[in-house]
């Protein structure tokens, strides 16, 4: 008799509750913030109990962290289901610019913030480059992006600038 399908349906009850975790997480931090929410809070708009959200992570910082590079998983596939790239620098671009979770930051947290986007030497960082660099095959292209990117963490733009911006980065610059 195997335990193959027990340890499967185990799995993916860990898969939904760590994603209704860091979906709690993400809705909390674009009401109030990061500084301003607790694991207690993060407990309750997951709907987990304490003991099963300290099962899953050990801290806050933890929740933050896994939340962090699930954010930037998404952003890397995003730009790879685009198709020129342009169009993966605007798909970034619009998903920076108008991340409620961000914006929340830009109010409740903007020092932790900074602190966060100016750490290049973060993992998440260079797997985010990779992907800017496997769409333009420019390296000192990446770096720009990379920095254009960033400076929509702190001043997001418009749909219409997203689209106008990564146009002329592609086409007049190094791309």
Known sequence: MSTQPKYALQGGIHRRTESAILEGTKSLIALHGISHISMIDIADASEVSRATLYNHYRDKNAVLEALVTLEVEKLV?????????????????????SDSALASMRIHDAEMLIAIMSHAEN????????????????????????RWLLGQVMQPISPKQSREQAELLVERTLF
């Open 77 to 97: 596939e995003l730009a790879q289901r685009s198709g020129t790239p342009a169009d993966a620098l605007e798909t970034l671009s619009k998903a920076i610019s």
């Open 123 to 146: 993992p998440l960082y260079l797997v985010l480059a990779t992907c800017i660099y496997e769409a333009t095959k420019s390296e000192a292209g990446t770096g720009l992006a990379m």
